[in-house]
């Protein structure tokens, strides 16, 4: 067995073991770790579900939080809440998870590694498309990447790209750097203040999660709705109108 310093700059490189070729690192292991969690922890609150008024602590927290990220699919789609539900819940679920259990000594958050917040990023950047061609068709997508003129092709394609690097930078900077600012308190400082520092990075990590799933859902109602607003821009009297 291998072990690498924790303090390492990313969990890529805190190798927990190897076997042959086959080689476990902290951002492997606590990503398992994590949907373990959420796949036995969603088994176990959904096995006695109850429509009655007396219903368990765990059904009405868990109640709570689809009603939320229901409420918030439906603030930015208007519509197909169902649909696109399973993708952000689970987004948000595992970053937040991920997130939240840096106060365990020895754990690592995968979120911090670049590769698992790349590999998010990848994911947004897949279903982006999948769900534009699925309500809209191929061509009537394809042609939101040639409008106003074919000239506009390139940049749309960029656009593709940067924030999908985007969201994988943001995500994996914030996290990285609390954890490496956490470090160097717990070195420097008296217990305290470290302490402080653990509470407002569980409020960072909610917040992370937060942000990345509704930035995953802008990107996905924008390729899902731009068709119906192309070329039909509601004037101030339109819009006069329709407040009326």
């Known amino acids: 067995m291998e072990v690498v310093a924790i303090d390492q700059i990313s969990p890529d490189q805190v190798i927990l073991f190897t076997w042959g070729i086959v080689t476990v690192n902290a951002t492997l292991a606590y990503t398992w770790l994590i949907m373990g969690l959420l796949v036995v922890g969603s088994l176990v609150i959904t096995r006695d579900l109850s429509s009655e008024r007396t219903m368990s602590r765990w059904q009405n927290l868990m109640e709570v939080i689809v009603g939320t990220i229901r409420s918030e699919i439906r603030e930015i789609a208007h519509e197909g809440t169902d649909t696109y539900f399973p993708f952000i819940a689970t987004v948000f679920l595992f970053i937040l998870f991920s997130n939240v259990f840096t106060f365990i000594p020895g754990y690592v958050a995968p979120t911090s590694s670049l590769t698992t917040t790349t590999a998010l990023a990848i994911l947004v950047f897949v279903a982006v498309p999948l769900y534009g061609i699925t309500k809209n068709g191929v061509v009537e997508y394809l042609k939101e990447y ?35 600012v956490i470090a160097i308190l717990l070195a420097v400082t008296p217990l305290f203040f470290p302490v402080v520092m653990q509470v407002l990075g569980l409020l960072i990590g909610l917040i992370q999660a937060y942000i990345f799933a ?3 859902m802008v990107y996905i109602a924008s390729a899902t709705q731009t068709h119906e607003e192309t070329g039909h821009k509601p004037t101030k009297e339109t819009e006069t109108v329709k407040i009326q």
Not at 147 to 173: N, Q, Y
Request: aromatic share 18%; no cysteine; charged share 15%.
């Open 146 to 180: 040639f409008r106003p003129t074919f000239i506009f092709f390139p940049f749309h394609v960029m656009g593709e790209f940067s924030r999908t690097l985007a969201l994988a930078v943001r995500l994996f900077g914030n996290l990285m750097s609390h954890e490496k």
């Open 214 to 216: 509704i930035l995953a």
